[in-house]
């Protein structure tokens, strides 16, 4: 039955790829605009053209192109990017690094703001404090992240300047990185000065993907944190005279975290979709700035394999929730 | 939602509307704000006066007369661009939300209601659809189709019509399980027509309330598409280009951000308050 469930979802996995690379391709196909005429200097003669159009395979039908095009990315080659003459998978993986990071660095982020919300709130249940809470809570939500980026650039670019507001790293750092996993691999080489200067560039692109998901995290958590406490088991530990916080944080959220897990896997990816825009707010080089760049220099095969990589991690996060979510509920697994 | 515990606090507060009533308001001031906009705006929102380049706002040193907000690197008064930017950011949030309702609606009616191969067609199609980050997709389909506000408006439907499809195909189909959707068909109605006569109804109030939430969502597009410089000719006063200004300019002159950015998280902030209060105001378990 689970081995079904399994195969099952992983079959509407592949489906949904193979459907993104439909539409990606299709998309950037009817994209108006030669991307050829504009690779070459001005005096380029028709021959010249049709000789690049034979090397980037624009002279074949759709359905050849597609796939020749599928059969490339599935062996790892997605092209070469037209506007920096690299291979796109180079590219891609050179910058994905960073935006892992940044992703990796807010969910924590969401995770320990809002589970700390929701258990304030659940400890101070019926009181001032728990209304106040769930107001910004709910404000905190309504903002999407490049507001609160807007908010970040304003308040630590003008009334208090002491974080920095673009890039990654401080340029003045001499080190040559050899993966791009800058925190890790500082850590790894015991470059404090790199992490240090690495957090202080993520901490306002983080903050700002992190606070919507965690005022959901607060919201949802406190509420099953909240039934949890209705229950008899955590009345038992009240009259073994636990503190109420010592119950809340001992009993009722090892229950009442089952479902926040699930919430926090699909609202991630909704978080990574996020770091487009904020790492162009925050000049940050990562994926999403380079997408957008892609994007204006109409960089067809970058654009194609951005979104692609983009789309196999949501299915991939999505497809590794409800496997977890199928192994960690007990209902599930025997259904 | 429904954390209804009868004495708390919280249901003073909703029970006050001021959840309604707050947010209409300031739709209201934005409203009146674009349909006036030549009437209330000082200046000409176009007008570059390379004198009176970054004035500041009215409480500061150095300001001018008659420049309340300030003005930009171009000597644009930040005000009158305020203003007229509240048409742009109206405009599509109107058109973008009720294309993007009536679409997705569509779709999810008709995935709910009559299942089978079209709901695992429309269900399959959303599976996609959400497989893309949607600010990607916003930037990579109007570059696609050329900038400008049609671009924008059509890029918003194309995207967002998910979020219609997937509230209103399950709401369908637990309205279709009803009652008195057996006693249409009993009395002779075509299936149709009970989808669109007894179910449509029944389902309005969901997709009003989506329709508010999708009108801040396609305001805060429209501004980031306008923040990239792929919204309508960046000399055109949105409130996202005024913010794509001043995130340049800021070492220089932080009100070209802070002032459009009040604006915008104040209206954002008001849809999707509408939105949620009225979702709480039509949920009948919640009445």
Do not use: C
Request: net charge neutral.
């Amino acid at each position: 039955m689970l081995l079904k469930t399994v195969f099952v979802r992983l079959l509407t996995t592949a489906i949904t790829l193979f459907g993104v690379a439909v539409v990606v391709f299709i998309l950037v196909r009817v994209a108006p605009g030669n991307p050829i005429a504009m690779m070459l200097p001005p005096g380029a003669t028709d021959q010249d053209i049709a000789t690049l159009n034979a090397v980037y395979g624009f002279d074949k039908s759709l359905a050849e192109q597609f796939i020749i095009w599928l059969g490339g990315v599935i062996q790892g080659d997605f092209g070469t990017s037209i506007t920096l003459r690299q291979p796109v998978a180079e590219l891609v993986l050179g910058r994905l690094p960073a935006t892992l990071e940044l992703s990796t660095l807010a969910l924590l982020l969401a995770v320990a703001l809002g589970g700390f919300v929701a258990v304030i709130g659940a400890r101070k249940r019926g009181t001032g404090t728990e209304v106040g809470l769930d107001l910004t809570s709910g404000a905190v939500l309504s903002v999407p992240d490049f507001l609160w980026g807007l908010i970040f650039v304003l308040v630590f670019g003008v009334l208090w300047p002491v974080l920095s507001i673009s890039g990654r790293v401080d340029p003045r750092i001499d080190i040559d990185f050899t993966t791009n996993f800058y925190i890790f691999e500082g850590l790894l080489r015991g470059r404090l000065d790199v992490v240090g200067s690495t957090l202080s560039h993520m901490l306002m692109p983080a903050m700002s993907l992190a606070l919507p998901l965690a005022a959901m995290i607060a919201q949802l958590l406190k509420q099953n944190l909240k039934e949890a406490l209705t229950q008899d088991y955590t009345t038992l530990a009240r009259v073994r005279g636990f503190s109420e916080t010592a119950v809340i944080l001992r009993e009722a959220l090892r229950n009442a975290a089952l479902p926040t897990l699930a919430l926090v896997g699909v609202q991630f990816t909704f978080l990574i979709g996020g770091t487009v825009i904020v790492e162009r707010l925050f000049a940050f080089e990562g994926l999403g700035n380079m997408a957008i760049d892609a994007v204006i220099n109409r960089d067809l095969p970058l654009i194609q394999g951005i979104v692609l990589l983009f789309a196999a991690l949501f299915t991939v996060i999505n497809l590794l929730v409800d496997l977890s979510y199928t192994f960690l509920n007990p209902r599930l697994r025997h259904g | 939602m429904a954390d209804v515990t009868t004495n708390s606090p919280r249901l003073i507060l909703t029970d006050t509307n001021f959840r309604l009533w707050l947010p209409l308001l300031w739709i209201g001031v934005i409203a009146a704000a674009a349909l006036l906009a030549p009437l209330i705006a000082p200046h000409d929102p176009l007008a570059q006066d390379l004198m009176l380049e970054r004035l500041p706002p009215f409480f500061m040193d150095g300001s001018e007369p008659g420049y309340w907000l300030g003005t930009d690197s171009l000597g644009r008064d930040v005000l009158s661009r305020i203003i007229y930017g509240a048409r742009i950011a109206l405009f599509v949030s109107l058109i973008a939300a009720t294309t993007t309702g009536i679409f997705g609606s569509a779709l999810g009616l008709i995935a709910g209601f009559y299942g089978g191969w079209a709901d695992r067609v429309i269900s399959r199609l959303v599976d996609i659809w959400m497989a893309f980050p949607p600010v990607l997709f916003a930037v990579l389909l109007v570059a696609v189709m050329g900038t400008g506000l049609g671009s924008v408006i059509a890029a918003i439907a194309l995207i967002d019509w998910t979020r219609f499809a997937r509230v209103i195909r399950a709401e369908t189909m637990v309205q279709a399980r009803m009652d008195y959707v057996d006693s249409a068909r009993i009395g002779g109605a075509r299936r149709a027509a009970t989808l669109v006569s007894e179910i449509l109804p029944n389902v309005m109030p969901s997709i009003i309330a989506l329709l508010m939430l999708e009108m801040g969502i396609a305001v805060i597009v429209e501004a980031i598409l306008s923040f990239v410089n792929l919204s309508i000719s960046s000399d055109d006063p949105t409130w996202g280009s005024m913010i794509a200004e001043g995130r340049g300019a800021i070492h220089f002159a932080w009100w070209v951000l802070l002032f459009p950015l009040i604006a915008l998280f104040m209206t954002v902030l008001s849809f999707s308050t509408l939105g949620e209060g009225l979702k709480q105001r039509f949920d009948p378990v919640l009445k």
